[in-house]
């Protein structure tokens, strides 16, 4: 699993776009360069870009897994974002993405929101 990390100035948010197969270890990566890219701050925005990562042999035990993994981390790290758009472009996909929204929400504050348009996840995330 292969991510790209970079600041939007214009926009305000922390953007990540992900490709190739998803993995534990690649969404741990990612945190990591999350956390450690100068435009992080706890509470900031966050807008994953997940349309071209293969979900296929994601596994719901994963997703709790990621979802304890990332939980820590957010403590490790001083608080997660304060807003998260997830974008994906499958089924498969975005019902994945939902389980991990629903499980993250009762372990940690924040307000994450998935889509499978881009243009509707940069409106909500703007405002």
Request: hydrophobic content about 40%; glycine content about 12%.
């Amino acid at each position: 699993m292969q991510h790209d990390v970079t600041f939007d100035e214009e926009a305000g948010w922390v953007r990540v776009v992900t490709r190739g197969e998803a993995t534990l270890q690649g969404f741990s990566a990612m945190r990591e360069a999350i956390y450690s890219h100068p435009g992080w701050y706890p509470g900031c925005k966050l807008f994953l870009d997940h349309r071209e990562l293969d979900v296929e042999n994601f596994s719901t035990g994963d997703i709790r897994t990621m979802v304890g993994q990332g939980v820590a981390a957010q403590k490790a790290h001083g608080g997660g974002a304060g807003k998260a758009a997830v974008i994906m472009s499958s089924k498969l996909g975005f019902g994945l993405a939902r389980m991990w929204q629903q499980t993250l929400e009762t372990q940690a504050p924040g307000d994450v929101q998935v889509f499978t348009d881009i243009d509707d996840a940069a409106a909500w995330l703007s405002d």
